[in-house]
């Protein structure tokens, strides 16, 4: 089955502490995107990735890092959390320049920071 | 102020009525533009995406774009409880700048009422 997986799905954690939150898609797509979703802000972009080793800032970059080893994987880093990173993220793919424009999202993670 | 505005809702209708759902935006190089359905607690899912100004009709769902008036519209027909979520729009331009970069408004929740 297609698919973005997203682990973990539910995190609590404390100001400071290092946290990873992984991105895996089985489609082959180049293109990969970590989002942000607020109440009443929408969708906002972290950061995206349009194939391995090219990653780019969004419009809310900053406290995030990410990687992009392998085409299949995008994981969303943050160093150093902070209580205004809470929130319900979401990882999505999509094939590339040359593809649609039709992203596949993953189920998300939501991140209670204290 | 947003790249893009869409009213948060919550728009309630009688199932069979037609859900009339809009968008406006202020970046002049937006092109492509696309509707996303989002039930709870899951991730968004693409519906609908136009390129340009124009109609395009897929069953009981029709998007318009007026790029003059800087405005996009989603109308479901005959809608049904299912059709309960909260719609958002995204748009972006042609530019390999603004290739990765989607812009997401916040969402419009529909509730379709038995």
């Known amino acids: 089955e297609a698919q973005v997986t997203q682990n973990p799905r539910y995190l609590i954690t404390v100001t400071g502490k290092k946290l990873t939150v992984t991105c895996s898609q089985n489609?082959?797509?180049?293109?990969m995107s970590w989002y942000r979703q607020d109440p009443g802000l929408g969708l906002r972009q972290i950061y995206y990735?349009?194939?391995?080793?090219?990653?780019d800032k969004g419009d809310v970059p900053e406290g995030y890092k990410v990687s992009r080893k392998e085409k299949r994987n995008f994981p969303l880093i943050l160093e150093s959390p902070s209580p205004n990173q809470t929130s319900l993220y979401f990882c999505?793919?999509?094939?590339?320049?040359?593809?649609?424009?039709?992203?596949?999202f993953g189920p998300g993670t939501r991140l209670t920071v204290t | 102020q947003k790249e893009v505005e869409q009213d948060p809702g919550p728009l309630s209708v009688p199932e069979g009525a037609i859900v009339s759902l809009n968008c406006t935006y202020s970046?002049?190089?937006?092109?492509?533009f696309m509707w996303y359905r989002q039930y709870s607690r899951k991730g968004p899912e693409l519906l609908m995406y136009t390129y340009s100004s124009g109609n395009k009709e897929d069953g009981r769902f029709t998007a318009q774009v007026d790029k003059s008036s800087k405005y996009i519209s989603l109308f479901i027909r005959d809608s049904q409880p299912s059709d309960s979520a909260t719609y958002l729009c995204a748009m972006t331009g042609m530019t390999t700048d603004s290739w990765g970069k989607l812009q997401f408004g916040a969402g419009t929740q529909v509730v379709v009422t038995p």
């Open positions: 970046n002049s190089a937006f092109q492509y």
């Open positions: 990735s349009m194939n391995v080793e090219v990653t």
């Open positions: 489609m082959n797509h180049e293109y």
């Open positions: 999505a793919s999509r094939l590339g320049l040359a593809g649609g424009y039709e992203q596949y």
